[in-house]
């Protein structure tokens, strides 16, 4: 691939980004991609921690959201594409105050509407061919089989050019020739609604930046954005300029009376600018973090009607929920008390969530996608006809809006609450005693452990103990995993009148065997830190990670009053900052300074369990070891990867509705049968099991990917086939995973697989001889193929 000339300071920027990402993984890490148009170019996409953005001084090299680079052949990197620098909301930080923006920004202020969609970026990868990427993935969706960002944008694209009579080549080059990267906004209601809605004229990709691909942040003006727009068949974003900042503020504050801009609803503005030299001197938190003379964005967002579209659609979905999670119980679950008091201010809302719960139940299919972000437009335009009818203006006579003196403010939620209990909902190696921790030391708030109590029966030892600490304490934290029903049931009817705020890890924001390594990998790194749960080389604490994975009962929105929504894949720092800021929020309390939240931190960091509390190691299972086998273990949920695929298909159907489709899915590597009965391969066989008991017991197992191809069937088994096996680039540097790929036996390759399902008395083991079979002629079985679908798996010993 030909080499461009680099500057010296882009290729140092991405040698810093990873020389920080192994320093300080949770600050700073990468994905790497083959390119879609050459599988041996790899770019790598560059992410930062999102809150880090906020600090003074900033500890990355660069503020860049979205940053994608390659190792070219003279060994320099090359940034090939390059988005905006993080820009704020008015106030959001201190050099987006109006005060700040008056001293330190100069004319002229381009206002440009701020859509609302997802972003795309489109750079040249060499100079005949694109790189068409999201804000930090390339190519098709991983492991799901559906339509990515970076592909949808693709599509817009490539009709654009083809409208245009124009080729890749074409633009290829001008992007190369200029070092651009162009900066989109996908905005297609058939692909993904989003808040607001877009009619066909204004469907598609609205070009709003040309970035150059550089480590400075550098963009061209608006009207030259405008005329590549023009040229190349992309939307046009509207725009317009004002020449100073109190202009703007008087532009937006009108504006943010409706909402609205030339009679149709806007999320906000970018305000584009830039720094100037200031006048005197001031704070470093009130000044941009660029020299005087560099580009520079702020942005005006509005409330309304943003935010009470925002909320109808979250309404919508929790209700969907309890109907979801009530079905088979003769009810639809439903339930207006239960939901959020803070989206139930509004008049407007009142009415949508009565109008709407009739509606799911009249016409339960016009909601069908609606999780997956679609329909949410056609609900809202019902809705709003039916508020402008009678009926409407009648129910919201009926059901006024709460009065601004009437409210409870954001800080400190409804009066009625005095005392509230925090509780986790989640599975081992979340972080939810680290949370606690931080929590406790920073606010006050009483907390007590689960894990602390040694009785016989420790249940009610622990409701018992969170319901004494409230004679004490406003806010205890219930640290415990609470997993199940009946956990929250208790806290709730041991405690009546006191607010339950759940912090709520789902179980299925990523499939079971993902789920289940980011959580071993931290009991694993805890090491003998905690009461009961510690590793062995037994794996125990793997077994009891798959009890609670398979035990765990959703939470429902009408089990506790408020919740926040955590996520696993966060580090440390990024799930006790959302914990802080939702205590804020929430309940009232004061703010922290950074110096608060870090000592907080550090004192999470440190937390060691007090060595009386700790409980001896269980012992393993007396006796032989129990026979077992080594299989890599996808991180895949084969239901939505096949529903798609599968939808015709009669045996998928029937595997579905008996239950049969494989909630763990492995491939199997190597089983105890074949060391029983290894005939003439005695001596490989026994190897290849060595080496996987060996990446077994590892501390932390290397991350693999494979490539997933056919899914395969006959009346009896269904598989998918397994094309390829490889280790993760970031995981390079773990020398025993290299070898075991290096090292994986022909005969392994031939036949690795995922067994999907099985009918009747058909054993797991057929899908094996299907494949090896299929492998050999193709005419054997039905197929079809899954678009080359990539998963991660990790090598584990299974029973």
């Known amino acids: 691939m030909m080499a461009r000339p680099t500057a010296a300071e882009d290729s140092a920027l991405i040698q810093e980004l990873m020389d920080l990402s192994s320093a ?40 860049a959201r979205g940053v994608f680079s390659l190792k070219q052949s003279d060994g320099r990197y090359r940034i090939v594409a390059r988005g905006y620098d993080k820009f704020f909301n008015i106030g959001e930080v201190g050099w987006t105050t109006w005060p700040a923006l008056e001293a330190h920004t100069t004319a002229p202020y381009t206002l440009s509407l701020k859509s609302n969609g997802c972003i795309i970026f489109i750079a040249a990868l060499t100079p005949e061919k694109l790189l068409v990427t999201s804000k930090h993935a390339v190519g098709p969706a991983k492991g799901e089989k559906k339509l990515s960002h970076a592909d949808a944008g693709e599509t817009w694209l490539r009709k654009y050019l083809a409208e245009k009579g124009r080729t890749e080549a074409d633009l290829a080059r001008v992007l190369w020739e200029n070092n651009w990267t162009a900066v989109a906004e996908l905005c297609d209601d058939s692909f993904e609604e989003h808040v607001l809605a877009y009619p066909p004229e204004t469907t598609g990709l609205h070009l709003h930046g040309l970035n150059e691909s550089t ?152 909601f069908a996608e609606y999780n997956e972000n679609k329909g949410i437009v056609a609900v809202r335009e019902r809705f709003l006809a039916y508020l402008a009818g009678e009926k409407g203006k009648k129910a919201l006579k009926a059901n006024p809006s709460e009065k601004a003196e009437e409210r409870a403010p954001e800080t400190t939620q409804a009066k009625s609450f005095k005392q509230t209990i925090i509780v986790p909902v989640a599975i081992p190696g979340c972080g939810k005693t680290a949370v606690a921790v931080a929590l406790s030391h920073l606010f006050g708030f009483g907390h007590t452990q689960s894990d602390d ?76 830190n905690h009461q009961t749960l510690r590793p062995n080389d037994a794996g125990l604490h793997e077994d009891v990670l798959w009890t609670f994975l398979n035990n765990a009962e959703p939470l429902a929105p009408n089990e506790v009053d408020e919740i926040v929504e955590m996520s696993l894949a966060d580090g440390l720092e990024d799930t006790v900052r959302r914990a802080i800021d939702e205590c804020v929020h929430v309940l009232g309390v004061k703010q922290p300074t950074e110096m608060e939240v870090e000592a907080a931190l550090d004192r999470a960091r440190g937390y060691a369990v007090d060595e009386k509390a700790k409980r001896a190691d269980s012992p393993p299972p007396a006796g032989k070891e129990k026979k077992h086998y080594f299989a890599f273990l996808p991180e895949v949920a084969l239901e939505p990867l096949l529903e798609p695929v599968l939808a015709d298909v009669s ?34 066989t026994k190897a290849f099991w060595a080496r996987c008991k060996a990446l077994c017991e590892m501390g932390q197992a290397p991350l693999f990917q494979m490539r997933l191809g056919h899914v395969v069937w006959n009346e009896r088994v269904m598989a998918v086939t397994v094309d390829g096996v490889e280790l993760v680039e970031a995981d390079v540097s773990r020398q025993a995973g290299a070898e075991f790929v290096a090292q994986l036996p022909e005969k392994v390759k031939g036949r690795l697989h995922i067994t999907v399902g099985t009918a009747g008395d058909a054993q797991p083991v057929e899908a094996k001889a299907l494949v090896e079979a299929w492998w050999k002629d193709a005419d054997t079985a039905k197929s079809i193929p899954l678009g080359g679908v990539v998963t991660t798996a990790t090598v584990k010993k299974l029973y």
């Open 24 to 63: 300080k993984p949770k600050l700073v890490r990468a994905s790497n991609y083959a390119a879609p148009v050459d599988p041996n170019i790899s770019i790598a996409s560059w992410k930062m921690a999102e809150h880090k953005y906020y600090m003074v001084p900033s500890p990355f090299p660069t503020l």
């Open 453 to 528: 109590v040694k009785a016989k029966k420790p249940a009610p030892v622990f409701i018992k103990n969170v319901t004494d600490l409230l004679k004490r304490h406003d806010v205890v934290i219930a640290d415990k995993n609470n997993h199940l029903k009946q956990h929250r049931q208790a806290l709730r009817d041991a405690n009546p009148g006191v607010r339950l705020l759940a912090l709520n890890w789902p179980i299925d924001e990523q499939p079971p065997a993902a789920m289940h390594r980011v959580c071993a990998d931290r009991i694993q790194a805890r090491g003998a």
């Open 651 to 684: 045996f998928w159907g029937a595997l579905r509705e008996a239950g049969r489709v494989a909630k763990r899915p492995h491939v199997t590597l190597v089983h105890w049968r074949a060391l029983e009965s290894p005939g003439e391969d005695a001596a490989t």
């Open 215 to 366: 480590k400075a942040f550098k963009t061209q003006p608006h009207a030259v954005v405008d005329a590549f727009a023009e040229e190349w068949g992309f939307i046009k974003t509207a725009s317009m300029e004002l020449s100073t900042i109190s202009a703007v503020r008087e532009f937006t504050t009108e504006i943010g009376k409706t909402g609205a801009w030339n009679g149709v609803p806007v999320e906000g503005f970018v305000v584009r600018t830039q720094v100037s030299a200031p006048s005197t001197p001031s704070s470093s938190r009130s000044a941009p973090p660029y020299p005087p003379g560099s580009s520079f964005f702020f942005k005006v967002k509005f409330d309304e009607p943003y935010m009470m579209y925002r909320d109808w659609r979250e309404v919508t979905k929790m209700l969907l929920s309890m109907r979801s999670n009530a079905k088979g119980k003769g009810k639809d679950g439903m339930s207006i008390e239960a939901l959020p008091k803070t989206k139930m201010r509004r008049a407007e809302t009142k009415v949508y969530a009565r109008w709407v719960v009739e509606e799911i139940q009249r016409d339960p299919a016009a």
